[in-house]
Every structure is written in structure tokens, then in C-alpha cells.
């Protein structure tokens, strides 16, 4: 990394005779390097007299600039508020509508057409059934021995 000395850094802060891409090679530099930093920040001191004073004027609208990015305002698309009004009025449309209740009428519609079948068992009864095995399965293991040693 080459390191640049005090003359150098107070070239770049009085702004003489440096190419552009000199200029971007100490910022980078003064970015990564702190010894570099600190001879940077000593000549700023020390040239603090030869730089131009800010005008009131010109503080006063920095600290006016400061203030207005700082403040955080939310936007309306983000808000919580109006997703949960967006929703409401969609679920209020189709109720209004009639799509849930055409929905239902199909659902109906198609359960009365298709009975089920008295020899066919619902899936709670198969869950349940294999449960059961697999538990007696436990227990015989249990009374045998177990499954541990």
C-alpha cells in the first residue's frame, strides 16, 4: 500500500494540481489507512484559517438540510393501515358479490352428487388406525425386550 505524505495530503486539501484519478487513489486510500487519516485530518487543521468561513446563511440551510433528511417519514404505501383497508374492501367486494356463496353452492352441489361410500374410511379413522398400530408395535417391543439393550 503506498502511503502518501503530508505535502501530498496538503495538496488534496487546498485542492492543487492533482489528476482525478490520483484524487480518487488518497480517497480510497484515506478510507483503508489510518496513519494516513490522521496526516490528512492535521493538515485540515492546520489550513483550518485559509479555508473559506461558511456564511450563517449557508450553516443555517445546512442544519435546515440535516433536519429535513433526518426526519423519517413513512410512506402511505407502507403503512399497515391502509393494507388492512385494501383488504377489507376486496373481502367486502366479494362477499358483496356473491362469489363465496356461488363457491358453497358448487361445494354442495358436488358433496350431494358424490356420497361417500359406507365401506370407505375417513382419513382421521386411517390416522388413527395407524397410530394405534404403531403404538401396540411400541408396546410389544417394550414387553420383549425393548428396543434398547
Not at 21 to 37: G, N, V
Not at 43 to 52: I, K, T
Not at 58 to 75: C, G, N, Y
Request: overall charge negative.
Amino acid at each position: 500500500m503506498k502511503h502518501f505524505d503530508s505535502e501530498h495530503w496538503q495538496r488534496y486539501v487546498r485542492n492543487e494540481e492533482l489528476s482525478a484519478a490520483q484524487r480518487d487513489e488518497m480517497e480510497w486510500h484515506l478510507q483503508h489507512c489510518e496513519a494516513c487519516l490522521e496526516h490528512y485530518m492535521s493538515q485540515v487543521e492546520a489550513s483550518m484559517d485559509d479555508l473559506p468561513m461558511m456564511e450563517t446563511g449557508e450553516a443555517e440551510f445546512a442544519d435546515q438540510l440535516i433536519r429535513r433528511t433526518m426526519r423519517t417519514r413513512r410512506s402511505l404505501f407502507r403503512s399497515s393501515l391502509l393494507h388492512y383497508g385494501i383488504a377489507a374492501a376486496a373481502t367486502l367486494i366479494l362477499v358483496v358479490s356473491g362469489v363465496f356463496q356461488g363457491l358453497t353452492q358448487e361445494v354442495n352441489a358436488k358433496m350431494l352428487n358424490s356420497p361417500r361410500q359406507p365401506d370407505q374410511t375417513s382419513i382421521s379413522d386411517q390416522l388413527m388406525n395407524h397410530t394405534l398400530s404403531w403404538l401396540d408395535k411400541i408396546k410389544k417391543e417394550d414387553d420383549n425386550g425393548g428396543f434398547f439393550p
